[in-house]
């Protein structure tokens, strides 16, 4: 069982950075594949970025590619998404997701999630 707790939302200006943080609970944190994934009003819940459990593969959404950056703290069971360049077609509640054996887009695939954080970049 992985509970996840993120933080880190808030409101910024556009062309303003981020960086959300989503804690977990558990031992077997470093086994997981953490995903960052989104989800504006009305609409579905979308991949954003997602890192395997050593850190040394990652993926994008090609509308976040070059503008955030996914990382995680095996040591401190931490994932982290440094957004960058923010735009307010980036405005959405965020939310981490663990999967045991998934690394993909496909967000029905992954375990755990957390309650989620909202960022708003107004314009």
């Known amino acids: 069982q992985v509970q996840l707790v993120e933080s880190g939302g808030g409101l910024v200006q556009a062309g303003g950075s981020l960086r959300l943080s989503c804690a977990a609970s558990g031992r077997t944190f470093s086994s997981y594949t953490m995903g960052w994934f989104r989800q504006a009003p009305g609409k579905e819940r979308n991949f954003v970025a997602a890192i395997n459990w050593s850190g040394g593969s990652t993926n994008y959404a090609d509308s976040v590619k070059d503008r955030f950056t996914i990382s995680r703290d095996n040591a401190k069971n931490t994932v982290y998404l440094q957004m960058n360049s923010l735009k307010p077609e980036d405005t959405a509640v965020y939310y981490c997701?663990?999967?045991?054996?998934?690394?993909?887009?496909?967000?029905?695939?992954?375990?755990?999630w957390g309650q989620g954080t909202q960022v708003t970049v107004s314009s």
């Open positions: 997701a663990a999967s045991a054996y998934y690394s993909g887009p496909y967000y029905r695939k992954y375990d755990y």
